[in-house]
């Protein structure tokens, strides 16, 4: 079995989405991209960092994009809501391109009816709205998120689709058994497990040209559990 996931693939749409060149920078100097915001967000450096102002960065990072709150925030970290909403507001005042990407992505939604991902795919979104105000929260946050969820799930569908081609062409007797978010399952003989990893890392890969790389990163194993 060989398991081939796209690293931090939403982050990194977020930061071409967004265009945040502080993130871009990180991606293309492939740093850990959490320490690199723990340090521009709360001016801590990198080095001899603290694992918890790590931990916390990284808790906004994944939930900047599914629009978390002060509350969602202090629940996931343990923390006040004060203090949580002092880590989001420091966030949005580092990077000011995602609180632009938020407003200019909701106008959209409320102007169209719908987002697009970056290869035109349109996501509807009824109850941008409605006058019930959870509602429309809710789809506010559905039209926020959809051009990056949906813009990996279009990447990854590229490559599925230039794959088979390619292990066919390599002379490659692998079986594309499964997508998983934002992972391919594959069976092979154990004996192309190293050819077809390689393979499968550069179609994914290039999949899509974004202003960060796209990372892919494999395992094999006897079993899908073990190739992680």
Known sequence: ?????????????????????????????DADIHAITASQVFGVPVEGMDPMIRRKAKAINFGIIYGISAFGLARQLDIPNGEAKA?????????????????????????????????????FTPGIGDKNGAMRAFAERAAINAPIQGGAADIIKRAMIRLEPALTEAGLQAQMLLQVHDELVFEVPEAEAEATRALVKKVMEEAAELDVPLVVETGAAKSWAEAH
């Open 87 to 123: 880590y989001i507001d420091a966030y949005f005042a580092k990077y000011p391109e995602i609180r632009s990407y938020m407003e200019r992505t909701k106008e959209d939604a409320r102007t169209h009816g719908f987002v697009t991902t970056l290869f035109g795919r349109k996501c």
């Open 1 to 29: 079995m060989i398991s081939a996931d796209y690293s931090q693939i939403e982050l990194r749409l977020v930061a071409h989405v967004a265009n945040i060149e502080g993130l871009k920078q990180a991606f293309r100097d």
